[in-house]
Each structure stands twice: as C-alpha cells, then as structure tokens.
C-alpha cells in the first residue's frame, strides 16, 4: 500500500467510527430501540467480558487445559466460589490471586 493509500485507511477508519459510536447520540429521541433489544443489550458488557476470560482461564500453553494443574483454571474456580459465598469483589480478586500466586510456585 501506498503512503496515500494508508492514509485514506485511517481517514475512512475514523469517520465509520465516529459514525457508528455516535450515531444514537445524534439520533437523539428519534429512535427508540425495541424492548427486547434493549433487554438483550444488558448482557453485551458480561458476554464481552467472558470472550476475554474464557480463553484466557482454560489455555495453558496454546493447548485446551482443563484439569487443576492450570493455574489460572484453578484461580478462576477459586475465586468464583469465593464471591458466590462471601459476594465481596476485593476479596474474590485477592482469593484468586493468592490461589493464582501458590499454584505457579508450586506446581
């Protein structure tokens, strides 16, 4: 590609962005999602968010990991069963850390 050809890249890139993330902010009132679609919006940040933990948590080494020597598998476990019991967010993230930090030392 040219240095020309790039630019225009990022020029298009910026404007379909700008379009598109502000594109209900310009609309204003005018348009008014359904109430499905708004009740399915809900769950897009928890569904992005599993999109980044999930493959993160069970590949050890580019590999499908799925037993307790996956340190991170295990800090996941650890952590989830610490915050369905104690629904504290600060002490689920310092129970999976600690879990976390003992399995890489000792595994």
Same mark, same amino acid.
């Given at each position: 590609m040219s240095?020309? #050809?790039i630019w225009l890249s990022f020029v298009a890139m910026t404007a379909i962005t700008i379009v598109t993330r502000t594109f209900f902010l310009l609309a204003?009132?005018?348009v008014t999602l359904p109430q499905r679609l708004q009740r399915a919006l809900r769950y897009a940040p928890a569904a992005?968010?599993?999109?980044?933990?999930?493959? #993160?948590?069970l590949l050890l080494?580019?590999?499908?990991?799925l037993h307790l020597h996956n340190p991170k598998l295990a800090a996941a476990v650890a952590a989830t069963g610490w915050f369905v019991w104690r629904r504290n967010m600060i002490e689920m993230i310092v129970v999976g850390m600690a879990v976390y930090t003992l399995c890489r030392l000792f595994l």
């Open positions: 240095t020309v #050809e204003g009132d005018r992005a968010l599993a999109v980044i933990v999930v493959p #993160e948590v080494d580019h590999q499908f990991s």
